[in-house]
């Protein structure tokens, strides 16, 4: 018997009355000589790591015939050894967990600790992901404000904890570096909105701590006696390995017990596992471009300040630098000039990654040539 099948004449009315007109994530990916939008690393994984790579590979590839580990508990192990050995913080693979880049390590903290009837609060601007997420599984998302104490980005604990107090949030995001600010926490901040906030995951997003300035603490250093207390991590920025999609956090192990209730099964492949083991076993190695990197970011803080733009001091891997008249039409300048950054939708505002050496050149050279035009015809 044939059956008539009737089709719904807008798709959108199926869609979730919460994501209509919603606009996914979404960086430009751009075939261009100079790509400095996406605060990914410039410098390639080192031959000796890739060498190291295809042998972990070829070693788990007969066997794909198989689940995975599903509790990754080797790479948890790599996980707290490398946080241990580079914040002096004793942390215990039960305190470790890991996902397909930080992002699903997020989702993991939503779908656990958020959800209708739930509310979350970050502080604008800061990581777009974050609303994005909680707002994908039916959360409140609340814009809190910075720049109450004086300078424009900044967040004071005064200010987060009245903020916390007037929304009573399930989860806090805080961000450390921030992005796309560049500009890093005091930790009196962190540990003000823990205590003003009595019902609510704190998570600290530290996606860039390896770039922090010297003396800037990291969050790890507070988990003790805080249950509630998430610090969050990446692979993608400071080890280079942003095609290796691995994120990671840290937090009480009963927290990070939780998580099983909402990840996926076997979510880490094999290869995923094996490739990010890997890298962790060249830590050094991956992190040799850091200081390079650093010296960059600092450099175009510099000369852009010079030029009478106003960069923000970083803690990150990019520079947030305002001054412009129209920060459109300065980015689609630099792009007709070869050079990608990002407009991250603050006014008279573009974000640029520290690169390599030439990198900075050619970007130094484009905002210089951009700007000089831009003023000549004001």
């Known amino acids: 018997m044939d059956v008539a099948l009737t089709e719904p004449a807008d798709l959108q009315s199926l869609l979730r009355a919460d994501l209509r007109g919603g606009t996914p994530y979404g960086a430009p990916q751009l075939d261009v000589p100079v790509r400095l939008n996406t605060n990914e690393s410039s410098y390639d994984v080192p031959p000796e790591v890739v060498e190291e790579i295809t042998r972990a590979v070829t070693g788990v590839a007969p066997h794909l015939n198989r689940y995975p580990d599903r509790e990754f508990t080797d790479l948890r192990t790599a996980l707290a050894a490398y946080l241990t050995a580079t914040t002096g913080v004793d942390l215990t693979p039960e305190q470790a967990w890991a996902g397909n880049g930080s992002n699903e390590v997020l989702q993991h903290l939503v779908l656990a600790f958020g959800g209708p009837d739930r509310t979350a609060l970050g502080f604008t601007p800061a990581y777009s992901m974050h609303p994005i997420i909680s707002r994908s599984v039916g959360t409140t998302w609340v814009d809190g404000l910075r720049g109450q104490g004086g300078q424009a980005f900044d967040l004071t604990a005064e200010s987060a904890v009245a903020q916390v107090r007037e929304h009573q949030p399930n989860l806090v995001f805080l961000c450390s570096p921030n992005n796309p600010t560049g500009t890093a926490l005091d930790l009196d901040v962190v540990e003000a909105v823990y205590a003003a906030a009595p019902r609510a995951v704190v998570v600290v997003d530290e996606a860039y701590a390896e770039f922090a300035r010297p003396g800037t603490p990291s969050a790890l250093t507070l988990l003790e006696g805080r249950p509630r207390l998430v610090v969050t991590r990446t692979m993608s920025k400071a080890f280079a390995f942003a095609g290796g999609r691995l994120g990671y956090l840290a937090a009480d192990a009963e927290l990070v017990d939780a998580l099983r209730l909402v990840r996926l099964p076997y979510h880490l492949s094999a290869p995923t596992q094996a490739i990010a083991l890997a890298a962790l076993h ?61 407009d991250v939708g603050i006014p008279h505002y573009l974000r640029v990654t520290a690169g390599t050496p030439a990198e900075t050149d050619a970007f130094l050279g484009a905002i210089a040539e951009v700007e000089g035009k831009d003023r000549s015809e004001r």
């Open 282 to 342: 060249h830590a050094d190695r991956m992190l040799a471009t850091v200081e390079a990197i650093k010296t960059q970011r600092d450099r175009m803080v510099t000369e852009l300040a010079a030029m009478g733009l106003d960069p923000v001091p970083s803690d990150a891997n990019f520079v947030l630098f305002g001054g412009l008249a129209d920060a459109g039409r300065t980015w689609q300048a630099l792009l007709e000039r070869g050079v990608l950054v990002r």
